[in-house]
């Protein structure tokens, strides 16, 4: 059994935002083809939706959206969590817009030892290790790309691949792409799930499997297709 207290920071100086919080959705949840999760903060709320409909042909997909830092005491007990929910066949692990602020030092520790934990608790998994969205603001945008250099270097050790979100989003226009200094307007988060789907295929193949999208009615807005 893989313990996730023997993975976590014991202590951090992270202090937690005035309002936390996780959203999570496994869509097909009895279907047992192979799933996909996505692992991230609001940009991965935005585009898992889409990244779903252009891949259902192709997998399941399931997500965890989450304003927690690494570094954050929770951040563990909740990844352990979503990783037992299901066999993931892929993972797509991204954290650190939500820790600019955070001590880069114990960021890169608590990352690190969160995609190995990752890779612990999903042996079955490929881990692609997802970077981090520009920001409008070009003082956000240097810290965002420091810490997407600590993943490049985590993706080279472990090994595993890298999806960059980054550099397909710093070359747009800030005025016209960007809602507000952290999230995308729609064709923007378009871009973002083709780049993602597209990671996924390359990885799991592009052959027809026996997902189809089931709607329901009690979907957390209403009807949920």
């Given at each position: 059994m893989?313990?996730?207290?023997?993975?976590?920071?014991?202590?951090?100086?992270?202090?937690?935002?005035?309002?936390?919080?996780?959203?999570?959705?496994?869509?097909?949840?009895?279907?047992?083809?192979?799933?996909?999760?996505?692992?991230?903060?609001?940009?991965?709320?935005?585009?898992?939706?889409?990244?779903?409909?252009?891949?259902?042909?192709?997998?399941?997909?399931s997500?965890?959206?989450?304003?927690?830092?690494?570094?954050?005491?929770?951040?563990?007990?909740?990844?352990?969590?979503?990783?037992?929910?299901?066999?993931?066949?892929?993972?797509?692990?991204?954290?650190?817009?939500?820790?600019?602020t955070?001590?880069?030092?114990?960021?890169?520790?608590a990352?690190?030892?969160?995609?190995?934990?990752?890779?612990?608790?999903?042996?079955?998994?490929?881990?692609?290790?997802?970077?981090?969205?520009?920001?409008q603001?070009p003082?956000?945008?240097?810290?965002?790309?420091?810490?997407?250099?600590?993943?490049r270097?985590?993706?080279?050790?472990?090994?595993?691949?890298?999806?960059?979100?980054?550099?397909?989003?710093?070359?747009?226009?800030?005025?016209?792409?960007?809602?507000?200094?952290?999230?995308?307007?729609?064709?923007?988060v378009?871009?973002?799930?083709?780049i993602?789907?597209?990671?996924?295929?390359?990885?799991?193949?592009?052959?027809?499997?026996?997902?189809?999208?089931?709607?329901?009615?009690?979907?957390?807005?209403?009807?949920?297709?």
């Amino acid at each position: 059994m893989v313990d996730y207290h023997a993975y976590q920071p014991p202590e951090t100086a992270r202090q937690r935002e005035n309002i936390e919080w996780s959203i999570t959705y496994s869509y097909n949840a009895r279907n047992t083809a192979q799933r996909v999760l996505l692992i991230g903060d609001s940009i991965c709320n935005a585009y898992q939706n889409q990244v779903r409909v252009l891949l259902e042909d192709t997998c399941n997909v399931s997500f965890w959206a989450s304003s927690k830092c690494v570094t954050d005491p929770d951040y563990f007990r909740e990844l352990d969590f979503i990783l037992d929910g299901y066999r993931f066949d892929m993972v797509c692990f991204n954290n650190g817009l939500h820790s600019l602020t955070t001590d880069p030092a114990e960021w890169a520790q608590a990352y690190r030892a969160a995609a190995t934990f990752i890779r612990a608790k999903c042996p079955q998994a490929a881990l692609y290790l997802t970077l981090s969205t520009p920001l409008q603001d070009p003082v956000l945008t240097e810290k965002c790309h420091a810490l997407n250099d600590i993943v490049r270097c985590v993706a080279a050790e472990m090994p595993c691949p890298v999806i960059d979100l980054f550099a397909p989003m710093d070359g747009r226009d800030r005025q016209t792409d960007w809602s507000d200094c952290y999230h995308f307007r729609p064709d923007a988060v378009r871009a973002q799930a083709e780049i993602i789907a597209q990671a996924v295929r390359e990885c799991l193949g592009t052959r027809a499997v026996q997902v189809g999208h089931s709607s329901v009615d009690t979907g957390p807005l209403g009807r949920l297709k």
